[in-house]
């Protein structure tokens, strides 16, 4: 068994449980890409397993603190039992559901979501692409299920030194999925979508913007950064007029003009529109065009705080021009999915967007992603999405 020994004084952040451990931390000693390893304080104490990542800067992340933990085939069965079974105590109102999300579940480097029949997960780290065949035969053989898509291709699997893979990995069938999420339904494609094909971490929000929709009878909504229009059809759910949606994205627009029509609501209620969102929200501006709500959800402007700055100054401009152009009255839904920007920074962000704006409002509600999505006690890390509602004065 390989050891990483620590340098005096790291030991503090594993003695928290925190899994994550950095090159800059270790005295000495090294693993193969997914290999487990021992790792021990300076004083030759134990700390943790861990699996080694020589490409990364995270250079080994934690399976178990417990020394007489083995790491093997149940292990990994456990995990997955016990990540299955917490799903089952959250309020999760869909056939959708994140069934492992990485750190949070203690695997770190392995999302895994269901879309009714179908299971789609992304090995993203060396340790989980080392146990691929056991975690997908623990999925299969916890959930009853057949199918297993893979979509292990993103930026994250290079930082790693891994190379992308998709396709099925167990079972065949079709990757265009309907989902049935508040009552309404939303297609998606599992092969060609982004993350695993649907945001599923903003169902929670989804269903809040349709009690507003139909509590305060929006007229005119606008959906910036709609992807696939999941917050359109609430929206329309709830009874909102018109909606306009805006997203860069062509193929997703067109699943959401799909998905407007999958759940019966005239076309005339919807417009999608093909461009980019800062430059359509000056553009409104100038034409004098207002909305009752806003919705913005873009994309993750800051993946760490080091792009934190010129992110802060992304967001803070959207807000600002999203609460010129709110009626008095109206509702603004603002996200940011940035791991770099804090809870208290996205709103202090907003707050100076407000007062840019010559802007006052009622923060009624702070949002974060859907509960099958956790943060732990752990790993804060884990709290990547927030948001706020914000109710315009006037
Ligand atoms: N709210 C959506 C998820 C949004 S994901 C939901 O509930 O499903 C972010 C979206 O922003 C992506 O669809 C991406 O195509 C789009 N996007 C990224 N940059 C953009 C830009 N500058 N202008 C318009 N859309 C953009």
Request: charged share 25%; proline share 4%; net charge neutral.
């Amino acid at each position: 068994m390989k050891t990483l020994r620590l340098k005096p004084g790291k030991e503090r952040s594993l003695q928290r449980r925190h899994p994550w451990i950095f090159d800059s931390a270790i005295a000495k000693g090294s693993g193969d890409a997914g290999e487990t390893v021992r790792v021990e304080a300076s004083d030759g104490q134990f700390l943790a397993w861990a699996f080694t990542s020589p490409a990364s800067k995270i250079s080994a992340r934690v399976w178990s603190f417990e020394e007489s933990q083995r790491i093997d085939a149940s292990f990994f069965i456990a995990k997955v039992q016990a990540s299955t079974k917490a799903r089952s105590r959250f309020d999760i109102k869909s056939d959708g559901q994140r069934l492992i999300h990485g750190e949070s579940d203690g695997l770190p480097g392995l999302i895994v979501d269901q879309y009714g029949d179908t299971l789609v997960a992304q090995f993203l780290s060396t340790g989980a692409e080392r146990w691929k065949t056991v975690l997908t035969d623990a999925l299969l053989a916890t959930t009853g299920l057949t199918k297993l898509y893979e979509r292990s291709d993103t930026n994250a699997r290079k930082l790693e030194g891994l190379e992308s893979a998709a396709g099925w990995l167990r079972g065949d069938g079709p990757v265009e999925l309907t989902l049935r999420e508040h009552g309404w339904q939303l297609s998606l494609d599992i092969a060609t979508g982004h993350k695993t094909g649907f945001y599923l971490d903003q169902r929670d929000s989804r269903q809040k913007f349709a009690e507003h929709a139909q509590r305060l009878g929006f007229e005119r909504v606008l959906n910036c950064f709609c992807y696939t229009g999941g917050f359109t059809v609430a929206a329309l759910a709830g009874g909102a007029a018109h909606v306009t949606s805006i997203d860069s994205s062509g193929p997703a627009l067109e699943r959401a003009a799909a998905n407007v029509a999958l759940n019966g609501f005239a076309p005339e209620r919807a417009t999608f529109l093909d461009a980019d969102v800062n430059a359509s929200l000056r553009g409104f501006l100038e034409a004098g065009r207002t909305f009752d709500a806003i919705v913005l959800d873009p994309p993750k402007f800051a993946p760490t705080a080091a792009h934190a700055e010129r992110a802060a100054r992304a967001y803070k401009d959207i807000n600002r021009l999203a609460l010129k152009l709110l009626e008095p009255g109206g509702v603004l839904f603002t996200y940011s999915c940035s791991g770099g920007i804090s809870a208290d920074l996205f709103h202090k962000i907003v707050a100076s967007a407000g007062a840019d704006a010559g802007v006052d409002g009622f923060i009624t509600e702070r949002l974060g992603g859907a509960p099958d999505h956790p943060m732990t006690l752990e790993f804060p890390e884990g709290e990547y999405l927030k948001g706020l509602i914000v109710l315009k004065k006037g």
